[in-house]
């Protein structure tokens, strides 16, 4: 079966920056020096998450994205629109999706996180499966797996074990039976969903891999710097960033890389989380802090650490980069240009004039001074975005879904 996921590659354009410093202003736009956007069509709810993957099979990265009350996608190269799964009565939402072969047919299925109801700990929440027909322009069949997972809120495949077999870990925002103010009387159930496939049927069981971290909004699967056969984890919570990695004998270990912003809750600790590339074969964690805040702060991997060291895991050292956004909820790293790095492309949520919402690039520059350039301010209120080669030029495009604005851009670099 050909390769349904096409690796990203290295872009072959610079573009133009703004350099970050401690009173910026209002953000000028560089849209009509360097970007060129694409509205989709299709007008959203609330645009919780997206994806970008082949579902045709024609080789070509087509957008999923997990609406409030269906699920759709858009298929390139047209974006025509298809819904494979609505939910109109739902009381409460869809919330996240992660994309794999699930029943091993050669095509591709959704893991689906749905009934989402952010305050309710002790009840709602659902994982789910949604089945590919043959033709997957048509509705999908959904399959239940758990009915009750409160506050479920993300979810992604990964091969922990290196095993050549992806486990699916699905992470609830807050602790089970957790109490305001804070939610952080409780730890998390970051869980880990087995799939065994027979000739008749999908079959699921569940384990929880640690409840020692409280309120966590993301979770970023990398590969493992000790083995490269599997995957680690890296999660946001109120207590920062961690590194959480099964060893060869199933202990699973927990290192604490960034501190977080550390006050009260719900004022606290980590929000998002992606890992990227940094000179010299080091890497950087970027994040929004606090919870749901107004910080992008960036740890930058310290010389002196090494991955299979333990001695040298004191936490990486904490920057903030950008404090004039309201509400950031979205976060990818990827290589925009042709350094030796990659940029973080952040996405704000809220409008807190005159900061205006919408997509931002930071490009660090020789000295270490990472620099900004905002994207259409006000365009998308982004709840998610991606980075993707949508069109196999070899040059990463951005796609940002939105909840107050309800649509979808594609952001492209000019040629």
Request: aromatic share 8%; charged share 25%; glycine share 8%.
């Amino acid at each position: 079966m050909r390769d349904r996921f096409p690796h990203l590659r290295t872009l072959s354009r610079l573009f133009s920056l703004v350099v970050v410093s401690g009173a910026i202003g209002t953000l000028p736009s560089l849209q009509a020096a360097d970007w060129d956007a694409k509205v989709l069509p299709v007008d959203l709810t609330v645009g919780y998450a997206v994806r970008c993957l082949d579902i045709s099979g024609d080789g070509r990265l087509d957008i999923a994205i997990a609406d409030a009350k269906r699920f759709l996608w858009l298929e390139a190269p047209d974006w025509r629109l298809h819904v494979i799964h609505a939910t109109p009565q739902a009381k409460s939402d869809n919330v996240c999706f992660a994309p794999r072969d699930i029943d091993g047919d050669g095509d591709i299925d959704f893991a689906i996180g749905t009934d989402w109801q952010p305050n309710n700990t002790r009840s709602g929440g659902a994982v789910g499966w949604l089945e590919s027909p043959a033709d997957p322009r048509l509705p999908w069949k959904h399959h239940p797996v758990e009915s009750t997972f409160p506050t479920i809120h993300r979810m992604q495949w990964l091969d922990l074990d290196g095993d050549s077999v992806s486990e699916l870990v699905v992470a609830p925002l807050k602790g089970r039976n957790s109490n305001p103010p804070g939610f952080d009387d409780q730890g998390v159930e970051l869980t880990r969903f087995d799939v065994k496939r027979s000739a008749s049927a999908v079959a699921w069981s569940s384990s929880i891999l640690t409840k020692s971290l409280t309120v966590m909004h993301n979770i970023h699967p990398f590969p493992s710097p000790s083995d490269a056969k599997k995957q680690d984890l890296l999660t946001a919570s109120f207590e920062g960033i961690h590194w959480l990695s099964r060893s060869a004998d199933g202990a699973l270990s927990q290192t604490q890389l960034g501190v977080g912003h550390q006050a009260a809750a719900p004022t606290k600790g980590a929000s998002e989380v992606r890992l990227g590339n940094a000179p010299k074969s080091l890497q950087f964690i970027a994040t929004i802090e606090p919870w749901h805040g107004n910080q992008v702060v960036v740890y930058e991997q310290p010389a002196s650490f090494q991955w299979n060291d333990k001695s040298s895991h004191a936490p990486w050292p904490r920057q903030v980069i950008d404090s004039e956004l309201k509400w950031g909820h979205a976060v990818a790293c990827g290589n925009l240009d042709q350094d030796p790095e990659d940029e973080i492309v952040i996405g704000v949520r809220d409008e807190d004039l005159p900061h205006r919402c919408g997509v931002r690039i930071y490009d660090r520059d020789s000295k270490g001074t990472w620099q900004r350039q905002a994207i259409e301010p006000g365009q998308v209120a982004v709840e998610d975005l991606v980075v993707a080669d949508l069109d196999n030029d070899g040059i990463l495009e951005i796609v940002a879904v939105g909840r107050a604005t309800k649509n979808a851009v594609i952001y492209r670099q000019k040629r």
